[in-house]
Each structure stands twice: as C-alpha cells, then as structure tokens.
C-alpha cells in the first residue's frame, strides 16, 4: 500500500520569560503548514474514511445487510448487536452504531475538502483538486442516501470561513449541488496533467478517474427515477455520453492492508466469533440463486464443518451447491416461538450433545470475504452497466438495454475474483448463466425487476450492503417481505433511513430541529428521504 496520511500533531506551549533564541524554541520540530505540506498524502486516507464509513461495525453490517435480507441473524436481545439488523430491535449500542457513517463520512469529506483547499489554484495540482471533489461526493452521497437532509454547502468550511453551524441542505439541493461539482471536476481532469500519488483505487490514472466520475454520475441520477424522472434522464444521458466504465478493470476498490492498520472492516467483523457463527446468507438470497442455478452460490456460500465447533471456526465448509440453505430472518436461538427450530423447513442442526448447534445446515458467507487484505468495493461496472440497461429500458438515450444487461451480470459474476482464486468464476460460466437468464423486454416492468434484483446480487456478493438497501429503496426490487419481531423500532415495516447521530440536537439545534420539520413522521426509521418517494 502507498503513503497514507500521517496525522501530524501541533502543540502549544506556554513560556515565561524571553531569550534571543524565542523562535528556535518556540518552533514545533514535528509541525508543518500549507507551503509545505505536499497534499497527495491526504487522498489515500480521504478514500480509506470513505469506504469504510460504510462497511463493518461503522453500521452497514449491524443494519443494511439484514435490512436488505442478504444476511440473517438469529441474535436477539439488547445485548446482541445484530439484532438491530433483520428484526429491526434496538441493542445496547444503536445509538452508537447509528451515527457511525455520519462521523467516518464527514471525516472523509474533510479531509478531502482540506486537499482542495490546499491545491486551489495551484496548476501543479489541477488533477488532484479535481480528484478532492470526487472523493467528497463519494463520501457525502452515502450520508445523505443515509440520512436524507445533511450539510453539504456550508459543510466542512469551519477552517476556511469560520462556519460551526452549518445549514442542513434540503437532499434535492445536495443532489443538484453534487452533480455540477461532479460535473465541474469531470472538466477538469486533464491526463496529459499531474498524476495523484497515493491514490489507492487508480495510481494516480486520470482516465480512470474520469470515468469514475461519470459512473457515480451515472448513479447519482438513477437515485432520481422517482423523484424527477427528466432530471434523472438528463444526467443520466450526459453520463453516458461522457464515458462510464467499460470494463471491470475500471472497477474502483479499495484495497485492504491490515499490516498498516487499515484492515478490511467487513472481515474484521466476519471473524469475530458472535458473528462467524450467528450470520448467514438470508434465505432470500440463497433460494433467488438456488431458482436461478446462479454459479455466484458455490462461489460465495459454504456449510460450515459439522457441530458448534465447526462452526464458530474459520476452518473451510462445504461449498457444494446443493448443499447450501439460507437461514430465514427474524429467527433467533432463544427457544420460543421465534427459534430457529420453529422457522418453516427447519431440517435440523449437525453435531451431538454439547457440541450440537441448531444453525449447523444454513450458509455461512465462503473464508475469503474473511480476508482482512481483501478489496472493499466502491463503484463497478457491472453496477453501471446494470443501471445504464435500466436507463436505456425507460427510453433514455444510453445505448442497448439488452447489451448493457448482459454486459452487466457477466461483469457481476466474474468480478467476484477480485476477492481471490475461491470466487473466481469462468466467463464460459458466467455465459451459459446468461444465456439462461437473458434480458426480459417484454414489460417495463419485468425489465426493471430484471434488472435491478441483478443489481441486488451483484451488491450483496460484494458485500456492499449500504448500496444494495439504497437501490431496494429505490427500485422497489426484489420484493421484501418485512420481519415484525417483538420490540422492534419499526413498526413492522424495513427501515427506510437512519435517524439522525444522538449528537446533533445539541450541536446543531436549530438547523437539525429544520431539517427534521422537513421529515414525514420525524427523526425516525420509517421516515423517507425525498427521492424515496
């Protein structure tokens, strides 16, 4: 891994007295300023916050992930942290968890806006500033996706103008506002100009860049279908025109070092013990593969060794696909109406007397999502072209939805080997899938279920669960069927945001207290953000 940021402390001291050598001493030997600080050490730790804002324990595996129904979890209770995920029921640390993106995100964005700053009107680091804006949409577009209003124009500008009590920004104007700063730094990305160091998704790659900012282009105005479908066409259209990824060597990840500290958070959490044994793929999932004779199934699923102790350790399972069961949601190992034992097709446990677990049958996620090395995705183009099929369905001018479909899932089933070896798919594979499952045109409708419960697969097999909740949110697609388990925060219903971090009433008041007058039903899980209409 390249250069990441080293925080570099400053320090006051306090003197009495003077001495003819007041500003050799006075002078901190480890502090630095803007003349001298070369800003490409901000980007890798700017692109570090952002993708882990949205993976691990910072939220998206104790909420999407179960939201979504690409895992389950039998855990319950107030001291069992997943059960905020398929039963919607609130643990000891929800409030915790809740504000998690929000702090890593704003962290991120900050950072990023501090490179800005410090490149602004420096052609030596034209390619670099440009890259700072598309790095802070990157960011900030999850946490409004998140959590409807936030600040994004008078966001982050406490060092520059004194702001502390930023406006919250109605999502409609951060989503206009988004796509003109996407628009603007596209323009100004110059290959034949610098070349970011430190850059952990391109090596500094400028035409990667550009077509990364295309993408999120791209899908920043298909979160728009049903809030404004013409400007969602609009920029949808001018995405395409300009050049998305066409490849899945475009695809942009971050690629994980546990040695120097910036461990994947999605396979931190997969080996903790609790979560190694208690999450499954959901039953949703894994029947959609089974239906479907997905070869993602053997690629991402395993049954784990027999008993409780093959299956609280890392020791390889069964992949087989025939053998794979998904565990139902809303289940748990407490021994009454809602044990697992009581779920419909329950078919037994494995292991005898005390070594004998009720979860021995149902699939575990396969070793290599448990690579603390392992690449965290942000953006691909199979997600793209999968959006572009959707776009093109609707009538918008971006090229052939029945390419751009196929395109899309062969992409999604062999982009799986940027994990590793163990979820490497053949293309020969992935084309009899293709050829089974080919792009249904024979309603509007058909194609968007088509398509958009491909994109759900493609999200959930690579563990992007923010993504893959925001797209259901979206799209409608697949079709969910809600948990209502005891005490949950939800009514019943999937959760459709985040409230608001615990913090904001206080320090914020007034603009949090506007932002939330804007919410239907107020500072809650079931309230919708404006373009989940």
Known sequence: MKKLLIYIGCASALFAGCTKDFDAINTNPVATTADVLNPNFLLSQSQAEAV???????GAYLFQNGWVQITASTSSGSANYHSNNDKYVESSNTLVYQASTWGSAYRAASIAYEMKLLTDGKPEYSNLNAV???TKVIALHNVTDIYGDIPYTEALK??????TLPKYDPQQTVYTTMLTDLETAITQLDPAKDKP???QFYKGDIAKWKKLGYSLMLKLAMRLTKADATLAKTWAEKAYAGGTFSSNADNAFFQASNAAGYGNSNANAMRVTDDLYQVRWSKTLIDWLKVKDDPRLSAIAEVPQAGLSGNTNLAPGDNTASAQKGLPNGFDLNGGATDVSNSPGYTGGTGTGGDFTKLGLYSRPRGFYRNQDGPMFVLTYAQTELLLAEASARGWNTGSAATHYANGVTAAITSLSTFGSDATI?????ATYLA????DNSTL????KQINEQIWVLLGSHLQFVEAWTNWRRSGYPVLTPVNYIGNFSGGAIPRRQPYPGSEPSLNPENYASAVAGLNGGDVWTARVWWDK
């Open 52 to 58: 882990q804002s949205i993976a691990g324990y910072q």
């Open 132 to 134: 700072a804006t598309i």
């Open 158 to 163: 406490g060092k520059e103008d004194g702001t």
């Open 197 to 199: 160091s430190s850059d």
């Open 426 to 430: 053949s293309a020969g594979a992935a």
């Open 436 to 439: 089974a499952n080919p792009y």
């Open 445 to 448: 409708e058909n194609s968007l």
